[in-house]
């Protein structure tokens, strides 16, 4: 008799989803110039997508917009099914970091 023994994968935070490509609402997570962020998906293209992310983010990054260009396979996707374990999150620019609160 064999034993089938069942090893699960532990769910850490973020929760992302499988998939390589996002849609249009998606929330993503992407690091750029050394700064996580965090934005949703309002375009999509063949290799990239437009993410509209705050104010603070893009003032960090120099942006002159909230809008950015990220390429396929550059992101993760959050998983909305798991909305409750999304946290909010803080920036503070005297540290160029975002808390997660």
């Known amino acids: 008799m064999t034993n089938n023994i069942i090893i699960s994968k532990r769910r850490l935070w973020p929760v992302y989803t499988e998939k390589n490509i996002g849609k249009i609402g998606d929330v993503i997570h992407f690091k750029r110039d050394n700064l996580f962020v965090i934005g949703q998906i ?3 293209r063949e ?6 992310i705050s104010q603070a983010y893009a003032d960090e990054l120099k942006l002159e ?11 993760k996707i959050f998983d909305m099914k798991e909305k409750g374990n999304l946290p909010s999150c803080d920036y503070m620019p005297e540290t160029n970091a975002v808390l997660h609160t």
């Open 65 to 75: 917009t909230t809008r950015t260009v990220v390429r396929h396979g550059k992101y």
């Open 42 to 44: 309002i375009s999509l």
């Open 47 to 52: 290799v990239t997508c437009v993410v509209e």
